[in-house]
């Protein structure tokens, strides 16, 4: 049985339901914190570019996900929430790039290639209503 968890550990769930809720501002205060005592924590420098890119601070939040990648360049938590920011930052073609990598290290995880099929899906669909116009 597991104890109850560390501050991290609440700082972390608590960073994830403000970036759930549009709060990025104040999540991205909690991730500092973590930051500051743990810098290669590879789940809040993710989080801290997921929601650097959903503020629209794109260039920022690829910067904090390519330096994390850096010194973890397996995290499977760092490639996944990197393709989810590229996507949602409309960049498609970079979200599949960072998948096929992750899909590279972890070739019999399910849900990458379902990802990869929801990028692909957004990524065309975005191309149809583009030709529309």
């Known amino acids: 049985m597991s104890g109850p968890p560390t501050d991290k ?9 403000l970036i759930a809720d549009g709060s990025y ?7 500092d914190r973590i930051l500051e005592e743990d810098p290669e924590n590879e789940t809040a420098l993710s989080m801290k570019g997921l929601a650097c890119c ?7 939040g690829i910067s904090i996900f390519e330096e994390a990648l850096e010194m973890c360049p397996f995290s499977k ?3 996944i929430n990197f393709a989810d920011a590229c996507l949602r930052s409309s960049l498609p073609g970079r979200s599949l790039e960072i998948l096929e990598r992750a899909m590279s290290h972890y070739p019999d995880d ?3 290639l379902m990802l990869k099929e929801i990028i692909i899906t957004a990524r065309d669909r975005r191309y149809m209503l583009s030709s529309l116009n």
């Open 25 to 31: 501002e104040k999540a991205l205060l909690f991730l």
């Open 77 to 79: 938590i760092l490639l």
């Open 110 to 112: 399910d849900g990458l």
């Open 9 to 17: 550990e609440l700082l972390l769930r608590r960073s994830d339901i």
């Open 54 to 60: 959903l503020m629209g601070y794109t260039e920022k």
